[in-house]
């Protein structure tokens, strides 16, 4: 048994050098342009440690996990540090399991799968907190939109010009909406177009009503419309499309309830109702 005291510190200690390695600070790309103004890596990281994230991931997954960290707005954790919270999460759930199992000296077969199925769960653990900031960012730059959009066409309408405009609005636009047009306004301070700024934003972001407010700002430049007109249509049919969503869900909330009231409320509801019937018909 001493052979698997060893595995288990070995693995436990794999796993907190992996999670301490990925929580090490490294500069997001909007970062690097800011301070470089050079093209950097998809990564940000070094040659040796792309080159060995390269040999565990294709490229395809790199790709969508990249995205999906442009995404989550994790612009400092590269993909090779989540690969590396992705192993420390298996290492950790192996070292639990196997611990688990060393403490009441169960090594059947059945143990075993146990162990590997708690290593499974802790290595899908960090995609699983990825998804969810995904999500959670998205809902957040949903509610703050159209605030953020009717500033903007307020400003508009007042006589600044559209960078002027973004400046005042980002005071409005809170959390990670604010994030992306501060990264918009330093990006056209640098010299990029405005479209470009835009475009980047949401490729980043991929929320579908922030890039279609994106792609009418820069169809409404390009046309020459009237850009507080396109700002104000964009901001009553975010608000429209929010209260469809709210209705929606309230409309699916009955079916959801289903379950729990069969599950809780109908048997203390029959408990109420024979509960009486069946003490007195149990005491003759």
């Known amino acids: 048994m001493p052979t698997i005291v060893f595995v288990i510190a ?8 992996l999670f301490a390695l990925s929580l090490i600070p490294s500069k997001s790309e909007v970062s690097i342009r800011l301070e470089e103004l050079e093209t950097v890596r998809w990564d940000g990281t070094s040659g040796s440690r792309a080159q060995a994230f390269e040999k565990v991931f294709n490229e395809k997954q790199r790709g969508k996990l990249q995205q999906q960290l442009l995404e989550a707005g994790w612009y400092q954790v590269t993909p090779a540090k989540m690969g590396a919270r992705i192993v420390s999460g298996f290492c950790f759930g192996l070292s639990f399991g196997l611990a688990t199992c060393y403490y009441f000296g169960a090594w059947d077969p059945m143990y075993l799968a146990g162990v590997f199925m708690v290593s499974v769960c802790g290595a899908q653990l960090p995609k699983t907190q990825l998804k969810n900031a995904v999500k959670a960012r998205k809902i957040a730059i949903q509610r703050a939109l159209p605030d953020w959009l009717d500033m903007l066409a307020t400003t508009v309408q007042a006589g600044l010009a559209f960078n002027a405009a973004l400046g005042y609005a980002q005071e409005v636009a809170v959390g990670p909406l604010g994030e992306e047009v501060k990264a918009v306004l330093s ?58 969503r709210a209705e929606e869900i309230a409309n699916i909330m009955p079916t959801k309830m289903v379950l729990p009231m069969a599950l809780f409320m109908l048997p203390a509801l029959f408990v109420m109702i024979f509960g009486g019937v069946a003490a007195e018909y149990m005491s003759k």
């Open 10 to 17: 070995g693995a436990f200690a794999l796993s907190a050098f």
């Open 187 to 244: 990006e056209i301070r640098l010299g990029r177009s405005r479209a470009d700024a835009l475009k980047s934003m949401a490729n980043r972001v991929k929320q579908e009503q922030l890039t279609t407010t994106c792609t009418a700002i820069i169809q409404a430049e390009r046309l020459g419309s009237n850009l507080a007109h396109v700002l104000e249509e964009l901001s009553d049919e975010t608000r429209n499309r929010r209260m469809m």
